[in-house]
Each structure stands twice: as structure tokens, then as C-alpha cells.
């Protein structure tokens, strides 16, 4: 298995347009977890999902984020408007059953929004 | 409210100097704890899962170990490519999320 797959690796948008990042998780694995990661912060649980379904959200910072999982192999983070203080690292990860098991992450996304 | 906490935030170590790293938590029903690096500009790398009290587990250079409030990664005579941040996590029987520490810095010079 390739892993889990992020896409773009980079991304630079200007303030108040829509970004929209992408995840492909490990085949077979039922838990998808968006992670937000700053030099402040660190690693910040944006919302996880199981078997495609959303089960907890309440890490999204606005409702300028949504997140999605139209089937098992894809899920999408998207934040519109974007403004600068969104500007960080954006991690995909999956689990074969939540945290009973390890979660593998992607390489990240690295947004700035300028 | 259950929290993750790393110490120390970074370490240099010269090669070959033995040392730990520690991740504690509050506990509200453990149901694992992971241990992982992270390298720049990259993803978090899984390293160990412990589940129990008492549980130990090896790779090359690395050890890590578990106790009731915390756990604790042990670094045998690391060499410069051991250098990275190492993140711990927790996942409480709550819910199936993980939840991380900010992480411990280690640089090992040559």
C-alpha cells in the first residue's frame, strides 16, 4: 500500500478565496482523522470520521471549515473564505479501528494563505 | 481534562549519550499510547503502541515503556540520524480519536 496519500503537497492562496485539500487513506482502514499542525499549537484534531460518516467535528476552528468523506477512499478539507491565521500544516491520517490502533499520516499539506 | 504533556520541549544529546524522553498523561481510561518521530517538512512516523502497565517495547536504539501516568522513550547511544521530534499520543476509552503531546525536540551531535 502506497500509504496515505495528501494532495498538494503545497499550497499558497490569497485571503478570502476557497482552498480545498484532498485525502486517499489506507485501503481498508475505517477511521480518516484531519489533523491541524502549528509551531503554537502543535497537532490539533480537526474532526475524525468513521466508515465515511462524521463522528466528531468539534475541533473545527469556524464554520469557514468543512470537511467530507463521499466514500471510503477520499475525503476533502475545505475552508472558504480563507484568511491568513488558516495558514499551517494540514495532516490526513488513517486507523484500521480508531484508538485501538496505530494512526499513519500522510505527508501534510502546507497552506499559506496571504 | 485530560492532557498530554511532553518534557523536556528539546534535547541535545552528543552521539553515543543514553537518555529518555517523557510523555505523562491524566488518565480517564487509557486505551493505548503511541509513540512517534517526525522529521521536517514530514508526516508523523509511527514507532510503538502500549497498551498496559508494565509493557515494553524495542527498535534498534529505541525503547519504550509504559507505567499508570506515564510513559517513556529511551534512547541507547543515538546517532545523528536519531535527531527529530518525537510526538506521543494517547487515545482514551472515550473515543477513538488520538491526542497528542507537543512533541520533544532531539538533536544528537557528532
Known amino acids: 500500500d502506497a500509504g496515505v496519500i495528501q494532495s498538494p503537497r503545497h499550497e499558497v492562496t490569497e485571503m478570502g478565496q476557497e482552498v480545498t485539500l484532498r485525502c486517499k487513506p489506507i485501503?481498508?482502514?475505517?477511521?480518516l482523522f484531519w489533523y491541524r499542525q502549528t509551531m503554537m499549537r502543535g497537532l490539533e484534531l480537526l474532526i475524525y470520521?468513521?466508515?465515511?460518516?462524521?463522528?466528531?467535528d468539534s475541533g473545527m476552528p469556524e464554520d469557514r471549515f468543512s470537511a467530507k468523506m463521499p466514500n471510503a477512499s477520499f475525503s476533502t478539507l475545505k475552508i472558504q473564505p480563507s484568511e491568513p491565521r488558516d495558514s499551517a500544516v494540514y495532516f490526513c491520517?488513517?486507523?484500521?479501528?480508531?484508538?485501538?490502533?496505530?494512526?499513519?499520516f500522510g505527508q501534510g499539506t502546507r497552506l499559506t494563505v496571504v | 481534562e485530560d492532557q498530554v504533556t511532553q518534557s523536556p520541549e528539546a534535547l541535545r544529546l552528543q552521539e553515543g549519550e543514553s537518555s529518555s524522553l517523557n510523555c505523562s498523561y491524566t488518565?480517564?481510561?487509557?486505551?493505548?499510547l503511541f509513540w512517534y518521530r517526525q522529521d521536517p517538512g514530514k508526516g508523523p512516523e509511527f514507532l510503538f503502541t502500549?497498551?498496559?502497565a508494565g509493557e515494553e517495547k524495542e527498535k534498534e536504539r529505541l525503547k519504550a515503556t509504559l507505567t499508570k501516568k506515564e510513559s517513556f522513550l529511551h534512547i541507547t547511544a543515538p546517532k545523528p540520524e536519531d535527531s527529530a521530534t518525537y510526538l506521543c499520543?494517547?487515545?482514551?476509552?472515550?473515543?477513538?480519536?488520538?491526542?497528542f503531546g507537543t512533541g520533544t525536540s532531539l538533536t544528537v551531535i557528532p
Open positions: 491520517a488513517s486507523s484500521l479501528t480508531g484508538g485501538y490502533t496505530e494512526a499513519f
Open positions: 485501503s481498508g482502514h475505517d477511521y
Open positions: 470520521f468513521n466508515n465515511n460518516v462524521p463522528i466528531d
Open positions: 488518565v480517564s481510561g487509557l486505551r493505548g
Open positions: 502500549l497498551y498496559s
Open positions: 499520543a494517547v487515545a482514551w476509552n472515550t473515543g477513538n480519536q488520538f491526542y
